[in-house]
């Protein structure tokens, strides 16, 4: 069965740093991955995907993610966090696209100072 | 404007009280799944149903119970049976057969036990 790691519960940031999420992935084949934001008291909002090709992928609001295979990681990255980014985020892994079911990571909360 | 309404948004139940949690969406999705969100544990999924009038059990189905007798509507109900109910409760729809990347999630249902 496929599980994900995200090791850091809470993170805080100054606005306009860099960022880094971390996130691992266990499953034998080729996963398909995928990041969300969560805003307090709301849904989960698709910031971008993984599912195959090109390693590096751009998402919505500025972020990218790298896939590397050989760290079985998925790591979320923005060069300049902005205030409203504050929320949380969660990684997750399919067994393919189109899965009736999404393994999610436990969440990164995010902060960010002024 | 199309969307996932999710009613109420918070919802308290006494002991020993079946509660029903309303998700109602008018994307004409096909799918439509159920998560329950705990602090620190990320998303677990409850039941799913991939067309009306069927069902299948997820990862945390006990002292749960859903129907889909409309495409549109995918109540669940929260029974006596489950110990530990307080959560924040996620419904979501997409297209069956479609990459989760057209997963919609609703804005979710806070459920607390008096």
């Known amino acids: 069965a496929q599980s994900v790691t995200q090791p850091d519960i809470h993170i805080t940031v100054s606005e306009g740093a860099s960022l880094e999420l971390r996130c691992n992935y266990s499953?034998?084949?080729?996963?398909?991955l995928f990041w969300y934001v969560q805003s307090p008291g709301q849904g989960l909002q698709l910031l971008l995907k993984y599912f195959s090709g090109d390693t590096l992928v751009q998402g919505i609001k500025g972020f990218e993610a790298e896939f590397k295979r050989s760290q079985s990681s998925f790591n979320l990255r923005k060069p300049s966090v902005h205030w409203s980014d504050a929320a949380e985020y969660f990684c997750?892994?399919?067994?393919?696209?189109?899965?009736?079911?999404?393994?999610f990571g436990t969440g990164t909360r995010l902060q960010v100072t002024l | 404007d199309g969307g996932i309404t999710q009613s109420p948004k918070y919802l308290f139940r006494k002991e020993g009280q079946n509660v029903t949690l309303s998700c109602e969406q008018n994307l004409n999705h096909d799918a439509m799944y159920w998560y329950r969100q705990d602090p620190g544990q990320g998303l677990r999924l409850i039941y799913y149903s991939q067309i009306v009038n069927d069902f299948q059990k997820g990862d945390i189905a006990e002292g749960y119970s859903v129907s889909r007798e409309k495409k549109e509507s995918f109540p669940l109900t929260v029974t006596s049976a489950q110990k530990n109910p307080t959560a924040f409760y996620l419904c979501a729809s997409k297209i069956q057969g479609t990459t989760n990347e057209k997963l919609f999630f609703g804005s979710g249902t806070q459920l607390s036990v008096l």
């Open positions: 997750a892994v399919g067994v393919t696209g189109t899965a009736s079911k999404l393994t």
């Open positions: 499953y034998g084949a080729t996963p398909y």
